[in-house]
């Protein structure tokens, strides 16, 4: 299994353009997140999914969007990037079966608005 | 709105020596969910443990352990023998639910010195 991945790695932006941030994972996951690290801060929500068709938003939404269509990938997309959307980004993913689930981050993805 | 308090930014620590983390949240929840994560200079979130709200007994997983007072809503963890490992962030979080939608605390920056 490759856990959850995401990528781009790395990018950088200008203010206005749009991209998508991909996450995906292989692990047969319900529920996938995606959280902003900012410096000073932990993570926040930004939205999640408890299963495929289904999104719903958590603490900071505003600026992206969010689809399910499979139950291996949640994408991220930014519609009009802004510099306040400079931020790490990770995805998480869980089984969400047990209580004793784990949820399961991504390596994290850096992106820079200018 | 629950919120996570991590009054501590950064904690120093000698190798073998022990730490304490404090961690304070504000729920009006019966039942909710408190983690720890860490997460080293590699970016990865890593759980380093979990406790569930109702269960009074306190978790512990190796060195690692937790002080759970739920009336003075506080959750501290404690790091035992600290290894050069161990430098990381910690985080503090927050869930309502086993799976996710994750509060996070600010963190706090852990240095093990020799």
């Known amino acids: 299994n490759a856990g959850v991945t995401q990528t781009p790695k790395f990018q950088v932006l200008k203010t206005g353009q749009s991209m998508t941030l991909q996450c995906a994972q292989d692990m047969n996951h319900e529920y996938m997140s995606w959280y902003r690290q900012d410096p000073g801060m932990g993570l926040r929500l930004i939205h999640y999914s408890v299963g495929a068709g289904i999104t719903d938003q958590g603490e900071v939404p505003n600026g992206y969007n969010v689809s399910r269509s499979t139950t291996e990938d949640f994408p991220l997309r930014l519609l009009s990037a802004a510099p306040s959307q400079t931020s790490v980004y990770f995805c998480?993913?869980?089984?969400?079966?047990?209580?004793?689930?784990?949820?399961?981050f991504g390596p994290g993805t850096r992106l820079t608005v200018l | 709105a629950q919120t996570v308090t991590q009054s501590q930014p950064e904690m120093s620590v000698q190798e073998a020596e022990t730490v304490t983390l404090s961690c304070t949240y504000d729920t009006s929840e019966n039942n909710y969910y408190l983690f720890w994560y860490k997460q080293p200079p590699s970016r990865q979130m890593i759980l380093v443990i979990r406790?569930?709200?109702?269960?009074?007994q306190n978790a512990t997983e190796n060195r690692f352990s937790v002080n759970f007072q739920k009336a003075a809503k506080s959750f501290s963890l404690k790091i035992s023998d600290s290894q050069l490992g161990d430098t990381a962030m910690y985080f503090c979080?927050?869930?309502?639910?086993?799976?996710?939608?994750?509060?996070f605390g600010a963190g706090t920056q852990v240095v093990v010195t020799p």
């Open positions: 998480a993913s869980s089984y969400g079966r047990q209580l004793t689930d784990t949820q399961y």
């Open positions: 406790q569930e709200a109702y269960k009074q």
């Open positions: 979080a927050y869930s309502t639910d086993s799976w996710g939608k994750l509060q």
